[in-house]
């Protein structure tokens, strides 16, 4: 077993981490910093600069002036060359970069490790694509030699707003394609969790990224990401995080019209039903949710299991959650790691006392984890609630924690109509054995991802994203490049 403590000390020794503005490492203008600290137990591992308003602008012309100067001339084939050199500085760094998240924001190691490795994918991936982007040559309705024609364009200045969950993978995925396509970005990572963005620029660096190619602003989401959203001089907004956060930034950026997309909130069900192979469907259902300790955007958090199989189905996914080992994210056996912060965790803490309150039943779970591996951080066990209507919060709100409310169904149309009944649209699974019923199920859906017979499955290739008020846009595939392109159409008079 490797010694990542070891490690985790030579990694973070409790000092200043400058950000990253136009190829310089620096403190913020006004010299305020943030601790970044470890969720795990509450260990200082760095202070980072605490960015606001100047800092945002002097990162928004650096990245104009790259976008204008040297990056314009780097061919297609010079951005796929760089984005491959920096899938293989991220390789050569893999257990670091890992290890920075699972210190920074408490995903266990094991999970980092094998699950986000596919940005490796998104490189490489982006790295094919930024020599396939062209325009057409159109006929039209003019008589005579006039030919038009269009090519495709890089929307400019790209302001990245990312949430603290998955640090590697939400960054990637937004400068992967923006550079393939020619942008340039500012990004502005959690105040929850900087460090491993700041790890990402370094390597980019090495890398040979050009100055103000990428710029990386930590700082407070009121404050340093509120004046990425409404700044005029920049071009895109790619946001994921809250729906509440998703409404103000598109009001913020309605100022000067630049455009948004959006990766927001869910509420996901997954419907599990009588011909499901329960053996598989268990572990998969129940790791929909807990994964991460629950803090997925795609959380499969209202189980709706046939009635037939109800009570076998929950009584398994709640001795499955009931075996799960929960610690540091260090130690390798870890399944649930820590909550994020004391607010989230307390958060999660007060559905777990509404669940009983409004009448649901607890399986399994239902309390904070306490222990003295556990101290100084904060930990929530694994939470199977059954006997909940549609109506409680627990099955209307987004929770962001390992909770997973149950609720029995009669029919496939009863099913289908009550898992739509949610202001979310981002993601659904379905178990069934009978290719008909998973068909239909898939189809009637209202979400931007359907998982049959399996949950999770997220790749380069494949896009991603919201319906309803998990948002707009999509990453992943060549849909993302769309977000970043223009089409410009040129017409002319031979
Ligand atoms: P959040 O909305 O609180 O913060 C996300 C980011 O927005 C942070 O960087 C924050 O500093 C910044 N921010 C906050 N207020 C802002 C403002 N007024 N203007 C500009 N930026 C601002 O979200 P979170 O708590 O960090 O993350 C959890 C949420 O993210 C959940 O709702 C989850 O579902 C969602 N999420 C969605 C996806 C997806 O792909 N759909 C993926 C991961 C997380």
Redesign the pocket.
Do not use: D, H, V, Y
């Given at each position: 077993m490797k010694d990542w403590n070891a490690l985790a000390s030579d990694l973070y020794d409790g000092s200043f981490r400058p950000m990253f503005i136009n190829g310089k490492w620096c403190p913020a203008q006004s010299g305020a910093e943030m601790d970044a600290r470890n969720p795990a137990n509450g260990s200082l591992l760095a202070t980072v600069p605490q960015g606001g308003e100047a800092d945002i602008d002097a990162a928004v012309k650096a990245a104009r002036a790259a976008f204008e100067g040297p990056w314009a001339k780097f061919t297609p084939f010079e951005r796929q060359a760089l984005l491959l050199r920096i899938a293989d500085k991220f390789e050569a760094e893999w257990e670091r970069l890992c290890l920075s998240d699972t210190l920074d924001m408490g995903m266990p190691i094991q999970r980092t490790l094998a699950n986000s490795r596919r940005v490796l994918g998104m490189l490489r991936f982006y790295a094919g694509q930024a020599v396939m982007i062209h325009g057409q040559t159109i006929p039209n309705s003019f008589p005579g030699e006039i030919y038009a024609s269009t090519v495709r364009e890089p929307v400019g200045v790209v302001g990245a707003?990312?949430?603290?969950?998955?640090p590697i993978a939400?960054s990637v995925w937004k400068i992967a394609p923006a550079l393939a396509t020619g942008c340039t970005v500012v990004l502005?990572?959690?105040?929850?969790a900087s460090l491993t963005v700041l790890m990402i620029a370094r390597l980019m660096q090495e890398a040979g990224l050009p100055d103000g190619v990428l710029n990386v602003v930590t700082g407070?989401?009121?404050d340093?990401?509120?004046a990425?959203?409404a700044h005029a001089d920049v071009d895109k907004i790619v946001?994921?995080?809250?729906?509440?956060?998703?409404q103000?930034?598109a009001r913020?950026a309605t100022g000067t019209l630049k455009r948004v997309s959006l990766?927001?909130?869910?509420k996901s069900p997954v419907i599990v039903c009588k011909d499901a192979d329960i053996d598989k469907a268990v572990p998969v259902a129940a790791m929909s949710v807990f994964a991460n300790s629950g803090?997925?955007?795609?959380a499969g958090s209202r189980l709706f299991v046939a009635r037939e199989i109800h009570d076998e189905f929950t009584r398994r996914v709640a001795e499955f959650a009931a075996g799960l080992k929960i610690g540091q994210g260090i130690d390798e056996g870890t399944d649930i790691g820590p909550i994020i912060s004391a607010r989230?965790a307390d958060r999660i803490a007060g559905f777990l006392s509404d669940g009983p309150a409004e009448g649901a039943s607890v399986l399994t779970g239902g309390h904070r984890a306490e222990g003295a591996a556990l101290k100084g951080g904060h930990y929530i066990q694994p939470t199977v609630f059954s006997g909940v209507t549609d109506d409680m919060r627990i099955a209307r709100e987004?929770i962001?924690g390992p909770v997973i409310s149950a609720l029995p169904f009669d029919d496939l149309d009863e099913v289908v109509t009550r898992a739509n009944d949610t202001p979310y649209g981002?993601a659904a699974g379905v178990f069934s054995t009978n290719l008909g019923t998973a068909h239909k199920l898939a189809h009637r859906l209202k979400a931007g991802s359907v998982w049959v017979n399996m949950y999770h499955a997220i790749d380069p290739a494949v896009p991603?994203?919201?319906v309803k008020m998990?948002?707009y846009g999509r990453?992943g595939g060549t849909e993302h490049l769309e977000e970043y392109l223009d089409t410009k159409a040129i017409w002319i008079n031979a």
């Open positions: 707003i990312i949430p603290w969950n998955a939400g502005k990572p959690s105040e929850e407070l989401g009121a340093a990401g509120a990425l959203a946001f994921t995080g809250s729906t509440a956060t998703g103000a930034i913020a990766e927001l909130g869910g803090q997925i955007c795609i989230q987004e962001f981002l991603f994203g919201g998990s948002g990453e």
